[in-house]
């Protein structure tokens, strides 16, 4: 079983692998994954040099204790990020979903430059789509193909791959969050939130229209989570918690409790926690309503009663994993059926408990494939000495590098 540490070790003998993803604090989701990533491979290589490529270091070196040594890759000089990927043996990338239009040519773009310099690469349950985007399609193609493996969290990112023309294996796992371990939420943080003790609570998600849930009416689900959240306060006399996994979320989730009849059974998390924290923060919960994918994944870890609300594939493909209900979107006009679903989804859990947690364990299963995989990979490492050199003008990738600027963007 993966094993997750918060430990910094010193740097050893073994291999030098850097990790790229959307690291450095901007959610919570994201972090979890670097937790797990680290803790993948500080399992299977204790001696190796972790190298973090981070959007805000400062808040990796904080927060990621695992991580030998974390650099900045965003608005800093090419040479640098180059001269730090050269020195790597292993670069992986992810997970989380990064391959997607506007974000995927910047990531692979680095990608590309550390297969330049003969790293080895692996994609590490990365998310996919939408890919729309000529240059982004491109470099998927490109990349992607060179890879030692690709390993996606879903079938919808393998899909959206293949559709944009990538023509080799894709192997499909499971989100690395899923192997995540609580942290304690203790009851004096719970008097802290102002959250009441013996009573009914129901954790609600929610978040910004952006690319990833670009057809979102802002006021129209507000409104819509709103009647939600009313409801559950009268149908289980609940009080509803409001959990933001990202600092914008905070914003919406006031939009929704300043459209409930009944603000005052809503509360809102305003400290700032670890992943670990908002996992343990769901064992507090009876019912939980949520958008945010990791949101969803931390209520199944919990074992908890979660009607998804997939605004985008991968929150669709996740609730059909775990058998959740599986509705089609979020818009006003759905109210009641959402609320019937959310009424159903009370009622019968208890005889549904036993398969969601069957269908956890198979998930967290294939989350350890992932980390088997990328263990397959380092072993191989031993063998480079043997491989022969080719010329940079022959790497793939090199021409994914951005002539004639000094910053990587």
């Given at each position: 079983m993966t094993t997750i540490t918060q430990t910094r070790r010193s740097a050893g003998p073994g291999p030098r692998i850097g990790l790229l993803g959307s690291y450095g604090g901007f959610n919570l989701g994201d972090e979890a994954i670097l937790t797990c990533v680290l803790g993948c491979l500080r399992a299977h290589r204790p001696q190796a040099r972790l190298v973090v490529f981070s959007r805000n270091a400062e808040h990796t070196r904080t927060h990621q204790l695992a991580a030998d040594e974390v650099v900045d890759w965003e608005g800093v000089p090419q040479k640098q990020i180059l001269d730090v990927l050269s020195g790597l043996d292993l670069l992986v990338l992810g997970g989380g979903g990064i391959l997607y239009d506007g974000e995927a040519r910047r990531y692979l773009r680095l990608v590309g430059a550390a297969q330049a310099r003969g790293v080895r690469t692996?994609?590490?349950?990365?998310?996919?789509?939408?890919?729309?985007?000529?240059?982004?399609?491109?470099?998927?193609?490109?990349?992607?193909?060179?890879?030692?493996?690709?390993?996606?969290?879903?079938?919808?990112?393998?899909?959206?791959?293949?559709?944009?023309?990538?023509?080799?294996?894709?192997?499909?796992?499971?989100?690395?969050?899923?192997?995540?371990?609580?942290?304690?939420?203790?009851?004096?943080?719970?008097?802290?939130?102002?959250?009441?003790?013996d009573t009914r609570l129901v954790g609600m998600?929610?978040?910004?229209?952006?690319?990833?849930?670009?057809?979102?009416?802002?006021?129209?689900?507000?409104?819509?989570?709103?009647?939600?959240?009313?409801?559950?306060?009268?149908?289980?006399?609940?009080?509803?918690?409001?959990?933001?996994?990202?600092?914008?979320?905070?914003?919406?989730?006031?939009?929704?409790?300043?459209?409930?009849?009944?603000?005052?059974?809503?509360?809102?998390?305003?400290?700032?926690?670890?992943?670990?924290?908002?996992?343990?923060?769901?064992?507090?919960?009876?019912?939980?309503?949520?958008?945010?994918?990791?949101?969803?994944?931390?209520?199944?870890?919990?074992?908890?009663?979660?009607?998804?609300?997939?605004?985008?594939?991968?929150?669709?493909?996740?609730?059909?994993?775990?058998?959740?209900?599986?509705?089609?979107?979020?818009?006003?006009?759905?109210?009641?059926?959402?609320?019937?679903?959310?009424?159903?989804?009370?009622?019968?859990?208890?005889?549904?408990?036993?398969?969601?947690?069957?269908?956890?364990?198979?998930?967290r299963g294939a989350a350890r494939e992932t980390c088997v995989r990328c263990a397959v990979v380092l072993d191989s490492l031993d063998e480079r000495n043997e491989a022969v050199s080719v010329p940079d003008t022959e790497r793939p990738g090199l021409h994914l590098l951005r002539p004639g600027t000094g910053t990587v963007n």
């Open positions: 692996f994609a590490y349950a990365v998310g996919a789509g939408p890919l729309r985007e000529a240059e982004d399609r491109e470099a998927v193609r490109a990349v992607l193909s060179a890879m030692d493996e690709v390993v996606v969290r879903d079938e919808e990112s393998r899909l959206v791959l293949e559709e944009a023309g990538l023509d080799r294996d894709v192997v499909v796992t499971a989100d690395p969050a899923l192997l995540l371990p609580p942290e304690p939420f203790t009851d004096q943080m719970m008097r802290q939130e102002g959250i009441p003790a998600s929610v978040r910004e229209p952006g690319r990833a849930a670009e057809k979102l009416d802002e006021s129209d689900y507000h409104a819509l989570l709103a009647d939600v959240a009313d409801f559950l306060v009268r149908r289980l006399e609940a009080h509803v918690v409001f959990v933001p996994m990202e600092r914008q979320d905070v914003h919406h989730a006031h939009g929704v409790l300043s459209r409930m009849t009944a603000p005052d059974r809503g509360r809102i998390l305003h400290s700032v926690y670890s992943p670990g924290q908002v996992l343990g923060f769901m064992n507090h919960l009876d019912l939980a309503v949520g958008m945010r994918l990791h949101f969803v994944i931390f209520a199944a870890l919990s074992g908890l009663p979660v009607l998804p609300l997939p605004y985008s594939g991968k929150v669709f493909d996740f609730s059909r994993r775990i058998g959740a209900p599986a509705l089609v979107g979020v818009a006003r006009e759905q109210a009641g059926l959402m609320l019937a679903e959310v009424d159903r989804l009370w009622d019968e859990f208890p005889q549904r408990r036993d398969d969601l947690d069957a269908r956890v364990q198979a998930l």
